[in-house]
């Protein structure tokens, strides 16, 4: 079955550095585009990044845009955002998420992992 | 960017009765537009994309409709584990966007 499984989230200082990965199973990752949307505490959803399959073009957040890259390696199927010039509005956990084949809603979602700027 | 209003913010309901959830878009996004239920601890799950179109293994009591600017996500029987969250989401231009969300609680 489709398995989405992010992991590298923890608490960060105020402008550092963080790495999140996504590790899929159960689907041909190379065919995918791949999203991430985060979450902050006791709030709504919000995109955060886009990458295709092709990698051709990626899309970002404006709130996000010059600070997150977003990036995969097929042959390892994973999925990555590095995150540099975090602030506390980046609180979130943050969800990895397939695109629907066709259309870019969300079908299949990781179970989310926690990151925490503060000082 | 397109903004999206959902409404009511809270919807106190009984097991058993309708659930009507709206969602305005501030343009017009023809039939992009997603739904997705959201428990506590847990990931959305995708119910309906496109506007009316059932996701993978989500039950005919879920159905949506809508185009241009206006959009419903109906639940014609609310069973007990239906209590959650329900968020919309466009696809209709970047950035993609969602609303601020609907609680369904129970009544």
Partial sequence: ?119 | EIVLTQSPATLSLSPGERATLSCRASQGIATFLAWYQQKPGQAPRLLIYDASNRATDIPARFSGSGSGTDFTLSISSLEPEDFAVYYCQQRSKWPLTFGGGTKVEMK
Wanted: proline content about 3%; aromatic content about 16%; hydrophobic content about 35%.
């Fill in chain 1, 1 to 119: 079955q489709v398995q989405l499984v992010e992991s590298g989230g923890g608490v960060v200082q105020p402008g550092g550095s963080l790495r999140l990965s996504c590790t899929v199973s159960g689907f041909t990752f190379s065919n995918y585009g791949m999203h991430w949307v985060r979450q902050a505490p006791g709030k709504g959803l919000e995109w955060v990044a886009f990458i295709p399959y092709d990698e051709v073009s990626k899309y970002y957040a404006d709130s996000v845009k010059g600070r997150f890259t977003i990036y995969r390696d097929n042959s390892k199927n994973t999925l990555y955002v590095q995150m540099n010039s975090l602030r506390a509005e980046d609180t979130a956990v943050y969800y990895c998420a397939r695109k629907l084949d066709g259309y870019n809603h969300f079908d299949y979602w990781g179970q989310g992992t926690l990151v925490t700027v503060s000082s």
